[in-house]
């Protein structure tokens, strides 16, 4: 097959190979593209890989790592016959576009899934589990940004400036193909900056909670320590201490105690320490 | 109408579907530009988007998701006749401008908004609290931002290098809405590094108040330990402990006991622990 | 005025508006400057704007918001005459090299500032108010560097590349203003990046700072604590404890005690923990 | 030799010097080059240089530092004789190629090794030891950085623009290795990024760790500041305490202080401080 | 001599004015740099200027602030006759390459620095003065590289693209300049950053050593809460408590609390508590 459409050694390597940034390189008056497709699981994302070879008069596409086909563009070809007088840039135009608009509900996920993270960091549950889904979150953001930066130039290259052959004709396709593209990375530059945001408002809020923590613990502590120290005195072995010979002294001290403790409680629960 | 005047399908769709970034694309001798108008409410920004297809002879515009109208972009166009003959560039810019100026009563709300943080946080109050508005704040300002940065580099070509046929005549206001962005986004930069900071000089205010918390819990339990340690003392059992046989010694140890929890809460008041 | 010079209506509606950025604009043959000049404040900075309309014959200046003149900018032009006949782009320069002149000036406040604070950030003092002052230098900082980042690119442009008519015959002129704001810039970067860091070592003395309370707590806690233990053992009620009837043995006992706590109180200095 | 070959007194002072950062410069028609060869160690990460002087018909190279020998750009070179053909432009691409594939395992190795500190670190295991070989995972990063990102742009110029007289013909192949260098740096520039979170991630957890120590502490000190205050309570030397002749009440007693702490120990289970 | 050379007034105000950025301007067919000669001190850095003004057939030099001369200058020229033949192009690179040298050790001084620092951190020695020192440090940085960066972008201009005249024919010269200062740069780059990383790793180490304290302090309460609270428990006054009867029973006591202290003692010393 390299052979019958005369495709450059070193791409086919790549499409063969595996494991490429996304790029567009010409040789000569055809195109290799590598795409990156992006699927979400629980604790990562996975990068699938699609490579494109689009000559005058070809496209073949190689797909590495994913289930998903592209029926979608050979049904969209069929439903709009007249673009495809356009050509092989077109059909390149309509493969990279349904990759792109992939990114979206990908971005959309992690949206949702930033917004449950932000509830729960605010509302001071789960912060270790806050942590490691944040660290996730990042992870899976950087895998995306990986695929849809490395393209945002290339495509840029493919409407502005000097135009390979194959995409003649369709550079307003390959310009919405772009602005898709600057559209998906504003939204990971936006996420990733909350991501960043969110994960030291974790941070703050475990602090928080550690103040919030001492002053409860110091609370209980004082509402022991006071009758302990009441009873001490009371426990020393004067031999003149009036109040010990008074028989209603005892249950006076213990209501003491106990009236300190309501005092010292509704006094702490004013101050919001417990 | 698409047909009547003869607009692209991409822009068409991308003005019928919404969610698209600020931008302005040339197709042939006619402009497609979309605006975020952006709007402030408690705890969230909401953007609006504003669709214009500007032609040699007609400009078209399409409001999504705001009440907002631009009646007085109707109104200047007609108490200003003479900047009409600059045609359809003029209308354009005269909507565009209307859009920019709103931008700035938001960013002045928002620097009100971090004002009033500020105060709050140095005083030291609802640490929380400061910390969910500042999330809320930085992510108000990361939705203006999108709305404006986009449009900085595009406005820069309408009156820069080579300049669409559309605006021909009137790159000067479009240079004016440029400065205009250049201000807003310049106003948001300070802003979103203020808030950053403002963010860690919260949580060092927390730290700080997890200081002063230790301290004054350690004063009090001070307070506490030493009058307990005294009676542990006087409630030992020896035989031969000649203090206890002194009439005078009990009142005189809690005389003391007392004594020495003024000193002590002198010496705390004055280091600050108190 | 504005007829007489044929002044641009948006310049002038810019210099009288004010709220401009810093901006040299070109209207034809002439130029609309604006420029700030910065006041400081104890706890903030103050903006005044100078508004320039330079053409091949006049200079007109606007100032907003300050009291300071620009008779050293007249003297100077008297005292060097034969500059003068470099005409209006002459008094340009010396109008811009007057005000960026003055920022040097503010600058070294600003490092005064920042090394008193580091002083007392070093030594542990007030490291609340350290955060509120330090702060507060990072918004003059932001408000100096918004009067200076924009002229940079602004005067480039007044001696390179496409020199406006004005401008001509200066451009060494001009290229040292260039060089005086490049010089400022980047002690502002400078300051602006010790203003982080000094902020990042507020926060680890404060944190530090509650390691050394926290030592220096338990140290005294301790040495009420082993005394409360040992009185606590010998104030047991068995019947044989063969100690309680040794006559020397409750001084010893005390003796016991105060050995145990200046031992500890010996150790724990040593270690630094009092 | 270098009489000989008539290289440039500069490269050869930078070949034999050593210590150059990665570069390609241009003399007349031959290219001095410098690569990087990046080895990990555990604690760090060693470099040494690749000196290559290519003209039109003869390639040098010098190596300081390394044991690793070229044996395999020649044996491909024998491989693929049509090659070799294109030149010296072809073995500098194939020692450039040989080098820029060395990094792979290393940022692989480095990968590996950060995914094995995540693990550590979301465990909660040996936080010191974390931060140690965090810090040194930085280095070593940074150290292979600074092996890839002079050669990025280097490369660049061997393929695009003014391509220098030696590597005519072979530019397809500069951009690969150009290709295979902003992989290298993306991948690198994703794990400098998770390297960062993952030092702040830690810090939380050691944040979290301190407030899971203070509830343990504090949970630990109730259970037995309870009995010592009731023990204090019975201490007390009240003439008329009508428990004290009770007979069951001291064992009941002790039954109320194992119930009391039953139930604590119970509830601080539950609420997760146990 | 300013009239004997022709010099620039703007040029000879800022060579006796110092307190200049480095810079290289042109004034005709003249040049007119300016360079930083760092030195380091213990806690700080200090810049001395050099102004070189070089002419067609001259080569003027200002020292401002250090006493080393440049001798080796001379030397070097009198040593390589045949790059004389350059003229002051050649005399100007040498002077550049001689100030630019200058900064390999000090560059080389301050790695040394920061390793002996590293080691301090981790050893968890002196936080206190490792925080002052990592910000000395960082201000060394940061004077370095207001002394390199202006520089870098500067030299370039005197290589490539419209080199000026007093440079031709040594732009290999000026281009190796140039290659040091990239070194110089990624050196600092490197630094700077290890620097701040430094920074965070000292605040997690500090917040670590509050964990250990935190426990050890805990570990030492227990050892004497137990046994104080065991004897608050012998020293109730019940009657019948059969324990207090038993002539063995209180060494028994002690020698239960001796135990139950050495059984802590050896788990907090399992669990690295203490």
Redesign the interface.
């Known amino acids: 097959m390299q052979a019958e459409f005369d495709l450059?050694p070193?791409a086919v390597e790549?499409a063969s190979h595996g494991?490429?940034?996304p790029?567009v390189?010409e040789?000569g008056d055809s195109l290799f593209a590598v795409l990156h497709i992006v699927e979400l699981h629980e604790h990562d994302a996975e990068v699938a890989e699609l490579s494109i070879f689009a000559g005058p008069n070809y496209v073949l596409s190689v797909r590495k790592g994913t289930e998903h086909g592209f029926i979608a563009v050979r049904e969209r070809a069929e439903r709009e016959p007249e673009l495809l007088r356009h050509g092989s840039g077109f059909v390149l135009y309509a493969l990279m576009d349904n990759v792109v608009d992939r990114y979206f509900p990908v971005v959309d996920a992690l949206e949702v899934e930033l917004e449950k993270l932000?509830q729960r960091i605010?509302s001071g549950d789960s912060?270790?589990a806050n942590?490691?889904e944040l660290?996730d979150l990042?992870?899976k953001l950087?895998v995306l940004r990986?695929a849809v930066e490395?393209l945002i130039e290339v495509t840029h290259r493919l409407y502005g400036g000097r135009v390979p052959q194959v995409c003649m004709g369709t550079q307003?396709?390959f310009?919405?193909v772009h602005?898709h593209l600057?559209?998906v990375s504003?939204a990971l530059d936006?996420l990733r900056?909350?991501v960043g945001?969110?994960?030291?408002?974790?941070?703050?809020?475990?602090?928080?909670?550690?103040?919030e923590?001492?002053?409860r613990?110091?609370s209980?502590?004082?509402l022991?320590?006071?009758?302990?120290?009441i009873?001490?005195?009371?426990?020393?072995?004067?031999?003149?201490?009036p109040?010990?010979?008074i028989?209603?002294?005892?249950p006076a001290?213990?209501a003491l105690?106990a009236a300190l403790d309501v005092y010292l409680y509704g006094r702490f629960r004013k101050a919001g320490w417990l």
């Open positions: 450059h070193l790549d494991h490429q940034r790029k390189d040789y932000e605010f912060a270790k942590i490691q660290y990042k992870h950087m990986h490395p307003d396709y310009r919405d602005d600057l559209r504003q936006g900056d909350m945001t969110a994960m030291s408002v974790n941070l703050s809020m475990i602090t928080l909670a550690e103040n923590v001492t002053k613990l110091a209980y502590a004082a022991v320590a006071i009758p302990t120290m009873a001490g005195i009371y426990g020393m072995n004067f031999k003149y201490m109040e010990l010979d028989p209603w002294m005892y001290i213990l105690m």
